[in-house]
Nanobody, 123 residues
Framework: QVQLSESGGGLVQPGGSLRLSCAASGRTRSIEAMGWYRQAPGNERELVAIFRGSDRTNYAESVKGRFTIFRDFAKNTVDLQMNNLRPEDTAVYYC?????????????????WGQGTLVTVSS
């Protein structure tokens, strides 16, 4: 199993910044992706930013240019630097990890989620 430990949420004013951190422990071999999703009240969980493989990143359109994802492969961590925050960024943010297992000809994937950290953007 994999355990994900998140930190860094809180209350911030519009235009402010926050940095979320997530550390993976346990069976962290063959990590395929690490990233962040979020879920606002009444909404479905959505992708915010993700780091796939060694060098591929994807961002939600709504956060491009404001959020940056960082990956430390040695420490198995993923951080999300959030700048110029808006009220609509208010949500519970979840760390996500995908790892693979099994033979190459029949590879399978497991997904893991953190417990979530609340980000509130309000004046």
């Amino acid at each position: 199993q994999v355990q994900l430990s998140e930190s860094g949420g809180g209350l911030v004013q519009p235009g402010g910044s926050l940095r979320l951190s997530c550390a993976a422990s346990g069976r962290t071999r063959s990590i395929e992706a690490m990233g962040w999703y979020r879920q606002a009240p009444g909404n479905e969980r959505e992708l915010v930013a993700i780091f796939r493989g060694s060098d591929r990143t994807n961002y939600a359109e709504s956060v491009k240019g404001r959020f940056t994802i960082f990956r430390d492969f040695a420490k198995n961590t993923v951080d999300l630097q959030m700048n110029n925050l808006r009220p609509e960024d208010t949500a519970v943010y979840y760390c996500y990890l995908q790892r693979s297992y099994g033979p190459v000809e029949d590879v399978k994937y497991l997904e893991f989620w953190g417990q979530g950290t609340l980000v509130t953007v309000s004046s």
